[in-house]
Every structure is written in structure tokens, then in C-alpha cells.
T-cell receptor, first 108, second 115 residues
Framework: KNEVEQSPQNLTAQEGEFITINCSYS?????LHWLQQHPGGGIVSLFM???GKKKHGRLIATINIQEKHSSLHITASHPRDSAVYIC??????????FGQGTRLTINP | NAGVMQNPRHLVRRRGQEARLRCSPV?????VYWYRQLPEEGLKFMVY????????ESGMPKERFSAEFPKEGPSILRIQQVVRGDSAAYFC?????????????FGPGTRLTVT
């Protein structure tokens, strides 16, 4: 079993829909990251969380340390949000362990 | 402000050749990480370096792979005698210091194809 599990693996939605991507982990962590990878593949860091909730524009990330669970939400989704979203947990000071990613497609 | 730079962006090597991948961290960052993304797989940690020191190489294959981050110049990931299974995207990230308060900033990646 992977240390970091994401669901769903693939998600297709219509423009404007509210999107939720989930991440569960099985190990102790010092922080959790949400990353975005577009086709052709550069990686952008969206959030780094160790507790609570963060919001940036239409993106919201939450984490429940007791439940070992995090969610990434996208409000008013748009085709340009189509990408792979990756959850990564930080073990110790620096090492990141990644989920398999969620491929999101937003249709116009 | 330049972000993390990686070059080349695409690299084609024949089996048995050497591949050298370069990573220039964000200016002022002294911590560099290398990750590998095999086709249809998730990212995997390879190595964590500070200037002139390897801190954690627990994700590096035992043979043919090496990494350095000299006092001057970029970090280099070197793969000797490449095989088809080395074909992957290799990402570098940097941070200003160690510790959980600091984000890692990713480069655009180098896509290595071994023919």
C-alpha cells in the first residue's frame, strides 16, 4: 500500500463545477503539499499545509492531521484548471513522498 | 527573479552513453532535491544535497547514478551507461534552507529518452 493515496485517479467535470480531490496518508508528516502539473509537465507548488486551511483564489486546501487526510477544492472550475494534481507529504525535514496524482479534465 | 532552471529540457541518449542533467536553483537557495517521474508513474525522491554535501541519497539507484552540488555552479545529476529504463522526467527543486517552514520550488524538468 502506498504511503500517500489520492482519489479519484481521474476526474472529468463540466466548467463551473465544484471539484474535490482527496489525499490520505499513513505516516507521520511534518507538512503536506499540493502540486499542479500541466501537460508538458512543469510542476507548480499550490499549497504547503501543516494544519487547518489555506485559500488562494479559487483554490482551497484543508488538512486534518488526526484523520491523516487532506482535500483540495476548486470552486467555479475552468478548462484551464485541467492538469494533474499531486499530493505530497514531507517526511522529516525535507524528503517528499508523492501520491500518484489525480488527472482533472474540465470540459467547456 | 529567476526560478529553478534545468537544462537541457530534452535529452536523447543511446544505450550505454552518459547523461548529465543540470539544475540551477533559485538564487540564494542552498538546498537542492532531485526527483524522477517514470512514464505513467508518480514522482519519486532521489537525492537531497546542500552545497558540497549529499544529505540524503536514499532514493538513488545504487549503481550508475551520482549527484553533486558544488560550491560554484549548478547541481549535476549524472547517469552513466544509460539503459532504456532510465527514460523519465527528472525534476529538480530548491529551497532556501532546511526545515518544514520552507517550500520547495520546482524546475521545468529534463525529459530523458534513451534509445
Amino acid at each position: 500500500k502506498n504511503e500517500v493515496e489520492q482519489s479519484p485517479q481521474n476526474l472529468t467535470a463540466q466548467e463551473g463545477e465544484f471539484i474535490t480531490i482527496n489525499c490520505s496518508y499513513s505516516v507521520g508528516i511534518s507538512a503536506l503539499h499540493w502540486l499542479q502539473q500541466h501537460p508538458g509537465g512543469g510542476i507548480v507548488s499550490l499549497f504547503m499545509l501543516s494544519s487547518g486551511k489555506k485559500k488562494h483564489g479559487r483554490l482551497i486546501a484543508t488538512i486534518n492531521i488526526q484523520e491523516k487526510h487532506s482535500s483540495l477544492h476548486i470552486t467555479a472550475s475552468h478548462p484551464r484548471d485541467s492538469a494533474v494534481y499531486i499530493c505530497a507529504v514531507r517526511r522529516g525535514a525535507q524528503k517528499l513522498v508523492f501520491g500518484q496524482g489525480t488527472r482533472l479534465t474540465i470540459n467547456p | 527573479n529567476a526560478g529553478v532552471m534545468q537544462n537541457p529540457r530534452h535529452l536523447v541518449r543511446r544505450r550505454g552513453q552518459e547523461a548529465r542533467l543540470r539544475c540551477s536553483p533559485v538564487k540564494g537557495h542552498s538546498h537542492v532535491y532531485w526527483y524522477r517521474q517514470l512514464p505513467e508513474e508518480g514522482l519519486k525522491f532521489m537525492v537531497y544535497l546542500q552545497k558540497e554535501n549529499i544529505i540524503d541519497e536514499s532514493g538513488m539507484p545504487k549503481e550508475r547514478f551520482s549527484a553533486e552540488f558544488p560550491k560554484e555552479g549548478p547541481s549535476i545529476l549524472r547517469i552513466q551507461q544509460v539503459v532504456r529504463g532510465d527514460s523519465a522526467a527528472y525534476f529538480c527543486a530548491s529551497s532556501p534552507q532546511s526545515g518544514t517552514s520552507y517550500e520547495q520550488y520546482f524546475g521545468p524538468g529534463t525529459r530523458l529518452t534513451v534509445t
